[in-house]
């Protein structure tokens, strides 16, 4: 049950590079939550589009000038450890490759190599929701309910290591 919010400004992506991009951004996300993807996990996975205004965009503190992207993956904590939020992070930047191509350029920055260059202006946050804090259906909902509806625990491996996850996440919650 993820949310996917891409924030860019308005005209950076065409309505067909959209909906080409929707879909390759949940499945990045859902591979990393839920494996295997279950159309019960894609259809309660939800992906919108928040374009702002230019003339309200200011990278590094001036007026937008071109296209950037900040995509904000929401999930469960406890279905992530650092080798999965890495996975996600490499499968955003392709699904974005793949929408509007590689177009050959590429560069180091701060010690990074980053191809193409465009890539350069892609951000994507991982906020992981604290268990006990996510909620459905006018109620809240645990990482292991959430795991019941979009199949995880149809991979006992994988359902293991969220049992494990959410437990440590909960022996370490505060309240």
């Given at each position: 049950m993820p949310l996917i919010r891409i924030n860019c400004p308005e005209g950076s992506l065409t309505p067909k590079q959209k909906s080409q991009l929707a879909p390759l951004l949940i499945d990045a996300l859902m591979r990393q939550e839920v494996d295997p993807v279950t159309e019960a996990g894609k259809e309660g996975t939800l992906c919108f589009f928040n374009e702002a205004a230019t003339h309200n965009c200011f990278p590094g503190g001036k007026?937008?000038?071109?296209?950037?992207?900040?995509?904000?993956?929401?999930?469960?904590?406890?279905?992530?450890?650092?080798?999965?939020r890495d996975a996600a992070q490499l499968a955003v930047g392709k699904a974005f490759v793949t929408v509007l191509g590689d177009d050959g350029t590429s560069m180091d920055w701060g010690g990074l190599h980053v191809a193409p260059s465009y890539l350069k202006r892609?951000?994507?946050?991982?906020?992981?929701?604290?268990?006990?804090?996510w909620g459905a259906g006018g109620r809240t909902v645990s990482a292991l309910e959430i795991a019941k509806i979009a199949g995880t625990d149809q991979n006992k491996g994988r359902f293991d290591e969220l049992v494990e996850n959410t437990r440590l996440l909960k022996a370490a919650r505060v309240s």
């Open positions: 007026q937008a000038q071109g296209a950037w992207w900040v995509v904000e993956l929401f999930a469960d904590a406890g279905f992530f450890n650092q080798k999965r892609l951000y994507c946050l991982m906020i992981e929701i604290p268990e006990g804090s």
